[in-house]
């Protein structure tokens, strides 16, 4: 297809002719100490396209975004939009230049309103320039209805899903007039496939109307779907654009980590011996589940499939004391235990390892050595109380050096690591707790390939070692492909179970939509 030439127009949607949009970055290098975040990046993303970022985590590609939108400082190059050097010192310059970009971890008001997150800091107001809740709602309405979603703009965002508060941030950019160029930084993470569905078709309307677009996935699927071209980073560097649908799918994560990954899962060293029943959830009943009882052996990986909201992650919850067991009963290892909390439920031996890692997984103002001690203050600690900190400097190396944890000192901020580095230091702080039951709940969202393969690894070898792991994942390849046995999950009740080597997609798609299997 022959490219729209600068001096081309294109028409947006109110009927406006304007120029195709060209973005450029020109020799843009970021350091932190100890690493060097991006290399001298030199690339453009055009108007009219839909353009991939992929690489690993930490490969520099929410580095690059961060630079553009003005969280971070370039340590040299620069930037041009439509040929004009920027320079945003905060992202509210990067939004009043018509630039928006979503991040993975969100950047939402929970206590707002749908309509007061969406209009923030550009409410309408009346004549009396006092605020017009109503007009912002009538507003937020239309665009929600663009979405196709069924939420209300009066609703707080701290009662929506995380999925629903993720279609919130993306709305918000989508509602300002002035936008040029929008960064979905790996937006489909909680989203069903409804809401991508509904997302894909925003993104198309964006890019009709020529927009620079700019999306962050894993999701190979995602890239082969929605997107015209991929910019390929690694090690901080800049590597290659192609053409999404010229080159293989193999051939693109071979260039993004360097190496012929193969199958993932057929090389996996799964653990071959399944031992007794470790785990028997009896009848668990809370706010958000009914009447939920399986078992977990030693060994095994159980995985967990349904669409968002069966309720896979609320019986975790009501397992482990997160929210309150209306009914039913919890035995490990033949005993009955109660678990009025997370803590207790560590002192159990059970680990949850959460979806949101933002909110419920790391403690963003400690450091990487912080984040993984947090859970063993009591084991760091003498008779009165004073912690040791050789203790926690030789649990942090531990956890690093096991885990590889990519990060220049155990003392580094864990919100400057990637996201699949600070997944793992979720993890080994769960496991220097030495559990019986490891909870992994959506373990890889929002990780590359390359460290999707090294959790999986690790994953088999906890279930070698005698523990118990259960997997929550809506990617229904990683359920099946790591997972011995699979419940599906429906309507916040178990629909079915079934043994992994019986397992297919239409099976699973089945009892999580209808509840049973169609032959």
Known sequence: MRRTKVSEVIHDKKGRKEMESILEFKHISKYFPGVKALDDICFKAYGGEVLAFLGENGA????????????????????????????FRSPHEAIEEGISVIYQERQILLELSVAENIYLGRMPSNRLGVI????????????????????????KVKDLSIAYQQMVEIMKAYSRDNLKVICFDEPTASLSDAEIDSLFEIIKKLKKEGKIIIYVSHRMSEIQRITDKVAIFKDGQYIATVNTHEVPEKKLIQM???????DIYAKLDKSKEIGDILLEVKGVSSDYVKEVSFTLRKGEVLGFSGLVGAGRTEIMRAIIGADKMRSGEVWLEGKKIVNRSPKEAVANGIVLVPEDRKLQGIVSNLSVAGNINISLLDRNSNSIGVISTAKEKSE????????????????????ELSGGNQQKCIVARGIATQPKVL???????????????????????FAKQGLGVILISSELPEVMGLSDRIIVMKSLRISG???????????????????????
Not at 69 to 80: A, C, F, S, T
Not at 402 to 412: N, Y
């Open 60 to 87: 520099g590609k929410s580095t690059l975004l961060k630079v553009l939108n003005g969280d971070y400082q370039p340590d040299k190059g620069e930037y041009l939009l439509n040929g004009e050097q920027k320079h």
């Open 132 to 155: 017009d809740i109503a007009k912002a709602n009538k507003m937020a309405k239309n665009i929600i209805e663009d979405f196709g979603l069924p939420i209300q703009p009066s609703t």
């Open 256 to 262: 993004m980590v360097g190496r012929d990954l193969g």
């Open 396 to 415: 942090a190396r531990k956890g690093i050096d096991t885990f590889k944890i990519k990060t220049p000192s155990p003392d580094k901020k864990i919100v």
């Open 439 to 461: 909870i992994l709940d959506e373990p890889t969202k929002g990780i590359d390939v390359g460290a999707k393969s090294e959790f999986y690894e690790m994953i088999c070898e």
């Open 497 to 519: 179970e079934i043994m992994a080597s019986d397992a297919t997609e239409d099976k699973l798609l089945s009892l999580g939509m209808i509840g049973e299997v169609k032959e």
